[in-house]
């Protein structure tokens, strides 16, 4: 039997050995594209699947791999008259197998949405890496290990061990973006890359050689450990790699007019010796229809004794972070998101009007406990950083008409109408829609929901158009069918955006919206046009003298 | 020429030495038992001549090929079958067959049908489903049906009743003899070992102690009875093992028998002392050499009367 014959009968065993795995991983698959060519009807159900699906692949590799165990001392299928390589290419092309399956149920799901060549063949593209590395961890684990209990206990073992390493020797990685190994410093994409192509190799190897177990469990759990921490690592990676651009970048032009200032917005804690600050950056318009995104802001507070505080607004942080501020440590809360300057009311194409409004300003609120310095106004701040710059561009249009519906690269939408309130009816649209998962945006949650589209009502009669806002009513995201592309399925309510307050006061209350005969509503996506670097001259904080009280 | 050739073996696991130093040569068309205690290396051996485990030290070769660089085609000619070997669970007997049949060009349908009737195996039950005896039987099918040239058995007996143990023994001694294939087998039960080998290794602690062919043996070993009414026997001549003694009756066994022994022995004796020379069993012979000390199984000195 030629080497191939080897492959193909060890392969066809193998998928015989499965076959109820194997049908029950292909039904799973079918489900889902028959739901998601529904426009998931049923995701309440589906939502879960695509892990019951990483889960049938695994248990059809456990399977597999543990029927003809490389480590497993003194395994007969050594004496059969088969070649170890054929047997280890066996398992990958089960693997490869199993990924085609998924692929072929990922292109077919996705089809629903008619995304243009590139996106869909980005779309495959990303899901290939996330199921072979999973398919290749668990390949090797199950090559070291002897039952699927087995297989569990090392993989909860490997977990502990990964979460050991990360509290005593991985973290440092997070601030320094290299790991230190006996005084020397290593890369860590190098590093890991070494580690998990030697672990996969040496797993490879013990087919073709047998190797005593315990050797290799040290190694298997290095692997694994491995590939577990690279997210993190790669994360942290990638949150280092914005701050040691941001000097390469150009400034921000002058038509831009961004400004920074900082001024004591009141109490509103119940511990009266803090105080809110407010951040506000206000930015003019281009001439064409766009966004200005602060990346990331660093705001440095100067006090009357020589302290400092320096504050990071950064777009990769969504939770509250903290400052040092000289020797002691005092907490400064982000409790907005990172700005994002709204086009509230603008033209398309733009009017002479919007073109000569005013700069639009956002507030970003920080709590800081220099209470009396702040409110005092006897800080002094410097702030830098640098904004990207997007460029609207029509994705969609559709009749702003009940009934409507568009399905064009990759996005699929439906309005309909909703009953909100007995006798009172809301537009509502239905949007599913595709992406492959960015890996750098996946990872820091970067660039996320302040580059979502907009939706624009546009009179084609009157020439303008106007900022719709949208309610999540519902809200799916799950991969299509396998991992590594986004299925997103969304109910949204449809309103008129709420005028932004100035000053400090409440928004304007949002009006009713309903359809409108001869109007279009546009979806405009955000592309990135450029970023730039900005900074202030150093300024001083606008203090409040009289803090309102806020009963404790 | 060798079918296996061992030179310089060793095997550890941890701090335990299993083999060591290990020499052995199995000459081509034999069959040969190996024999130890338990936990002596038997198993051991026949997996790294196998080519399933890698030796720590020294060589082996079977078929003129190094163990360690086995092909495909070497593999065909080579059979495994273990104890407690590890079976496809999942597939049935006949689905096992249709598995090896393609892998062997030598794969004998005839001799697999003969056998699945001989071992009275039910081609369309599931290998886990088994018994212990009917998975051995199954194991050994799978090893026999492709006509090796080479057959590895280790403890193949085991689980099985006595007719089908004694048609596996007539069908093997049947098939080696015709096809002149070599067999290195390994079991404990030796009465039907013995109806088998013509060769006998015997390892102990990881060496091999003795490696000689059965006709060798059952020449040179033989047990000794000599009866005296009126002495009893006090120091028995060099090479005496196993030394019994009940009344004016003593027997021992000798291991450097010839055939002058009958005659040096009585030279030694009072002219009214009999003497009676008796060939011995594989058994006999493996339980004086296991339980002899390892320094020698020889006690020097002559016979010597003393009073009753």
Partial sequence: ?552 | MAAIVAQALSYRYGRTLALDALDLTVPEGSMYALLGPNGSGKTTLMQILAGMRRASHGSAHVLGRDVRHLSVADRQRIAYVAEGQRLPAWMRLDEWEAYLAPLYPTWDHALAQSLRDRFDLDPKRKLGALSRGTAMKAALLGALAPRPQLLFMDEPFTGMDVIVKDELVRGLLDSAGQEGWTVLLCSHDIAEVELVVDWMGLLRDGRMTMSESMESLQSRFKRVEIVDAGVSVDRLPRGAMQVERSGARTRFLVSDADETLEARLRAQLPSDARVEVFDVSLREVFVAMSTAPRSGMESAGSFVRVPA
Avoid at chain 1, 376 to 384: E, F, I, L, Q
Avoid at chain 1, 523 to 544: D, K
Wanted: proline share 6%; hydrophobic share 45%.
């Fill in chain 1, 1 to 552: 039997m030629t080497w191939g014959g080897q492959l193909w009968h060890s392969l066809r065993t193998d998928l015989r050995h499965a076959r109820w795995l194997l049908a029950a991983y292909i039904a799973v698959i079918a489900w889902l594209v028959v739901d998601r060519l529904q426009g998931g009807a049923s995701d309440q159900i589906t939502s879960w699947l695509p892990y019951a699906l990483i889960l049938l692949s695994g248990l059809i590799i456990i399977t597999a791999v543990q029927a003809q165990s490389p480590s497993a001392e003194g395994a007969s299928w050594r004496v059969l008259p088969l070649s170890p390589t054929a047997v280890l290419a066996s398992k990958l092309a089960l693997i490869v197998c199993l990924l085609l399956l998924g692929l072929t149920g990922q292109w077919l799901a996705l089809s629903a949405l008619q995304p243009d060549a590139a996106q869909l063949r980005a779309a495959l593209a990303a899901s290939v890496p996330p199921f072979s590395i999973c398919g290749a961890i668990t390949a090797v684990v199950a090559s070291q290990t002897r039952s699927i209990q087995s297989f569990f206990l090392a993989l909860v073992a490997i977990g502990l061990c990964f979460v050991l390493l990360l509290n005593l020797g991985i973290d440092p990685v997070r601030t320094n973006g290299s790991l230190s190994v006996g005084g020397r410093r290593f890369p860590v994409g190098f590093t890991v890359l070494a580690v998990a192509i030697a672990s996969m190799a040496f797993a490879a190897a013990t087919y073709v050689r047998p190797v005593r177990r315990r050797v290799l469990l040290g190694v298997c759990a290095a692997c694994v450990v491995t590939v577990f921490g690279a997210e993190q690592i790669v994360a942290a990676q990638r949150s280092a790699t914005p701050r040691s651009r941001v000097d390469t970048l150009p400034y921000l032009p002058d038509q831009y007019q961004l400004a920074a200032t900082i001024h004591v917005l009141g109490a509103t804690s119940a511990d009266p010796a803090q105080v809110d600050v407010g951040i506000q950056f206000a930015v003019n318009r281009g001439d064409e229809i766009e966004r200005i995104l602060l990346d990331y802001g660093s705001i440095l507070l100067t006090f009357p004794e020589g302290d400092t505080a320096r504050v990071a607004i950064d777009g990769f942080l969504r939770r509250p972070g903290s400052a040092h501020l000289g020797a002691m440590e005092e907490n400064v809360n982000l409790l907005q998101d990172p700005l994002v300057v709204p086009q509230s009311t603008i033209a398309w194409p733009p009017s002479d009007r919007d073109r000569a409004s005013p700069l639009r300003r956002s507030t970003i609120v920080l709590r800081a406990d220099r209470a009396a310095h702040l409110r005092a106004g006897r800080a002094t701040a410097h702030v830098d950083g640098y904004v990207s710059v997007l460029s609207g561009v029509n994705a969609a249009e559709l009749p702003f008409e009940r009934d409507a519906a568009n399905t064009m690269r990759g996005r699929k939408i439906a309005l309909l109408d909703s009953v909100r309130a007995p006798g009172i009816t809301q537009p509502v649209m239905h949007v599913q829609s595709m992406r492959s998962v960015d890996a750098l945006g996946e990872i820091s949650g970067f660039r996320r929901a302040s580059r979502a589209p907009s939706l624009l009502l546009l009179d084609s009669a009157a020439r303008t158009a106007t900022d719709v806002g949208a309610v999540v009513t519902h809200s799916v995201n799950s991969p299509p069918v396998i991992f590594g592309a986004k299925w997103h399925r969304m109910h949204l309510a449809l309103q008129w955006k709420p005028q932004p307050s100035t000053s400090g006061l409440p928004d304007t209350p949002a009006a009713p919206l309903s359809f409108g005969a001869g109007t279009r509503l546009v979806v405009v996506e955000w592309n990135e046009r450029a970023r730039y670097q900005f900074r202030t001259p150093e300024f001083r904080v606008s203090g409040l003298d009289s803090l309102p009280r806020v009963p404790r």
